[in-house]
């Protein structure tokens, strides 16, 4: 069945002068529109601290689409939206914003008829999240009857550890439903990250092999060219394990790891995907530090608001087991860097190989190794690597790849990544948003290794040069496992 247009709805968003608004909300709604699946009953409301006023707010919109969207720009379909942006200058502290945010929702809603449904989008600073929704609560705003829903989207980092995670889902969770909140993370809208629960679940070639039987370890990846830039301040309080473990990464380890569910419904996903978090064994002090690997790229203390004695990671690499019936034994691998050789995500499977008795007395010497490499950026795709012969007389094999390209194959619209997330969010389909068990789960993976750094009295990270594939002390993390890291400045 094709999908629908989302029902009538507002979308508030809180930081709407923001860099987040401006490169992908802004954008992603203009796709949405021209994929014709936001409702004729709709508007947006930015809310920030900038003095500008409709007007400005909506030639900014304009030029970000422009800018941002991908392809050329429809001027009916840019003119159809910005035409439905107002904007509100205000604090998020402030109790008076809030009453005229509610003025302009009910004007909106008899002008746009949007039935009541609201969506307020969080595109702010972490430290203001429980403070946005405590002062919504407080103005009656996020109530939900007669029929009326309204939901929050909350941005990552949600959380700087377990304690500070626990205690904003206690915020949240004090006025508004589970059902209410969305914690979104933005790769869950890559097409191919949900392709890998149709390629598990929808295959009978992978499903039977998707275990310890068949697999001999699993590769996650998620590397960066660029390097921490302006956003030293931010970096340095929270260093590569923090930014992007307990979520990116650890998305896309449940993702490969989990049991099928029992349907598409998003309590049976995630379900599942705690499931995961759960097992994985937990990490003693000296387990962490022998597990964890982190490091620095040369030139990183020198950044903008970084301090010179920093040993904050902008490198980590870590060895995970997960002790349930389908992965014992079998290790996952996961590495996130700044400033490394290529800009890189996929999650690599491989396989243990095959006896190579029957070729004992010909010229192979060694197999070709099976891996099924899932590609989430920069391009989608995925990729089956396996040995074939190379015509002669003679036994000679050479490894060969059998490639699958999204945009090559499907002529994929231009996309922001977040597109399908905010439709999920005004239909109300919480399958990709983490519930707050599953984001508990994973700081819980991740805090040992938090407590192991901070006992651990080090003048200095490992260093790596800028543009290398990361530091050499990563590679005794597989090399003592006989194995090895799959090249990340290679094809």
Not at 227 to 242: I, M, Q
Not at 311 to 330: C, F, S
Not at 443 to 466: S, T
Request: some cysteine.
């Amino acid at each position: 069945m094709p999908a629908q247009p989302a029902p009538p709805c507002v979308l508030v968003i809180f930081g709407a002068a923001g860099d987040l608004t401006r490169r992908l909300l802004i954008p992603a709604l203009y796709n949405l529109r021209r994929a014709r699946l936001l409702p004729d009953a709709f508007a947006v409301i930015g809310l920030a601290r900038a003095k500008k006023d409709d007007q400005a707010f909506r030639r900014d919109a304009a030029e970000s689409i422009r800018e941002f969207a991908g392809g050329e720009a429809s001027d009916g379909d840019c003119r159809w939206l910005v035409e439905r942006m107002s904007y509100l200058p205000g604090e998020f502290d402030d109790t008076a914003a809030y009453a005229r945010l509610a003025e302009l929702l009910s004007r909106t809603d008899k002008s746009q008829r949007t039935g009541g449904n609201c969506l307020f989008y969080l595109a702010t600073p972490p430290r203001a999240f429980a403070r946005i929704v405590s002062r919504l609560a407080e103005g009656g705003l996020v109530r939900e009857e007669e029929g009326r829903w309204r939901r929050v989207v909350v941005e990552k980092p949600f959380g700087s550890d377990l304690h500070s995670a626990q205690a904003l889902n206690r915020e949240l969770l004090a006025v508004l439903g589970e059902a209410q909140i969305y914690r979104i993370d933005h790769y869950l809208g890559k097409e191919t990250v949900q392709n890998i629960m149709v390629l598990r679940f929808a295959n009978g070639i992978f499903e039977p092999l998707w275990n310890r039987d068949h697999i001999d370890h699993v590769q996650i990846t998620v590397a960066e060219t660029l390097s921490v830039e302006r956003r030293g301040k931010f970096y340095d309080a929270t260093g590569a394990l923090r930014d992007m473990v307990p979520n990116h990464l650890f998305q896309l380890l449940t993702l490969a790891a989990m049991e099928p569910p029992s349907c598409f419904d998003a309590d049976a996903l995630r379900s599942e995907k705690a499931k995961v978090l759960d097992a994985v064994h937990r990490f003693g002090r000296e387990d962490a530090l022998r597990n964890a690997v982190r490091a620095q790229y040369a030139g990183y203390r020198r950044a903008p608001d970084v301090a010179p004695d920093s040993i904050t990671e902008t490198y980590v690499a870590l060895k995970l087991m997960i002790d349930n019936w389908r992965w014992a034994g079998v290790p996952f691998y996961l590495r996130t860097g700044k400033a490394l050789a290529r800009r890189r995500t996929e999650v690599a499977i491989q396989f243990k190989q095959a006896p190579l008795a029957l070729f004992r007395d010909t010229p192979v010497e060694q197999l070709t190794q099976n891996d099924l490499v899932l590609q989430i950026q920069p391009e989608e795709g995925v990729t089956l690597r396996f040995s074939a012969k190379v015509p002669g007389p003679s036994i000679r094999m050479d490894g060969v790849a059998m490639k699958f390209n999204y945009r090559e194959r499907f002529q994929s619209a231009p996309s922001t990544g977040y597109e399908t997330l905010l439709y999920d969010c005004m239909t109300g389909d919480a399958s990709l948003f983490q519930r707050a068990d599953n984001i508990e789960a994973g700081w819980r993976v991740v805090q040992p290794v938090l407590d192991a750094w901070a006992g651990e009295r080090v003048p200095a990270l490992p260093v790596y040069a800028a543009g290398a594939s990361g530091p050499a002390e990563t590679d005794a993390l597989l090399e003592r496992d006989h194995r090895r890291w799959r090249v990340l400045d290679g094809p």
